[in-house]
Nanobody
Framework: QVLLVESGGGLVQAGGSLRLSCAAS????????MGWFRQAPGKEREFVSF???????AYADSVKGRFTISRDNAKNTVYLQMNSLKPEDTAVYFC????????????????WGQGTQVTVSS
């Protein structure tokens, strides 16, 4: 069993930055890949970023070059540094524990946090 809790969301102006954190409890964290997803009102949950247990990373095209995912296994925490934020980044951001399959598909993650709201004003 894994518990994931996101934090760090808030209101920010376009061009600003936020750093999201995902604190995890459970014995499998250090050996599991993790992902960040986001969901805007009326839209499906979409892939944002992914980090393997060894630190390999992947990003959606929409955030590549602006967002950086990282993890600190000693702290059981995954981070998402978001720079140059745009209004279209507004969404609830979720972290999740990867299970198997394609990392960009939400259905392949088996534990999810409750999400943290990110709102970017124009």
């Amino acid at each position: 069993q894994v518990l994931l809790v996101e934090s760090g969301g808030g209101l920010v102006q376009a061009g600003g930055s936020l750093r999201l954190s995902c604190a995890a409890s459970g014995r499998t964290f250090s050996s599991k890949s993790m992902g960040w997803f986001r969901q805007a009102p009326g839209k499906e949950r979409e892939f944002v970023s992914f980090v393997t247990w060894a630190g390999g990373t992947a990003y959606a095209d929409s955030v590549k070059g602006r967002f950086t995912i990282s993890r600190d296994n000693a702290k059981n925490t995954v981070y998402l540094q978001m720079n140059s934020l745009k209004p279209e980044d507004t969404a609830v951001y979720f972290c999740a524990l990867f299970d198997s399959g394609s990392y960009y598909s939400a259905r392949n993650y088996n534990y999810w946090g409750q999400g943290t709201q990110v709102t970017v004003s124009s």
